[in-house]
């Protein structure tokens, strides 16, 4: 789960820097800007690894509670 949140922190990052990667490779900036979302995709798959981790953790009676937590924070994220 860390090492996914990881990629996907250092993918969003280059995300944000194509511009001056572009500029410092003399590439084409939509090559780099599709390099570096593949980076943050490969990474980017942490909510099953989350959902895994909690229905290992947790008790019958606590899962229902902690899906939901994990469900509010998605829902909240794509508010944003």
């Known amino acids: 789960l860390l090492a996914s949140l990881r990629g996907s922190a250092v993918g969003f990052l280059l ?3 194509t511009g001056n990667i572009a500029q410092a490779l003399h590439a084409d900036p939509t090559t780099v800007l599709y390099i ?4 943050a995709g490969l ?3 942490s ?3 989350a959902q895994a981790m909690i229905a290992d ?10 899906m939901g937590y994990l469900g ?3 829902g909240i994220s794509f508010a944003i």
Do not use: H, M, W
């Open 72 to 74: 509010a924070s998605v």
């Open 43 to 45: 990474a980017g798959n």
């Open 36 to 39: 570096t979302r593949f980076i």
């Open 47 to 49: 909510q099953p690894v």
């Open 15 to 17: 995300t944000g820097l």
């Open 57 to 66: 953790c947790t008790t019958e009676t606590e899962r229902p509670k902690f």
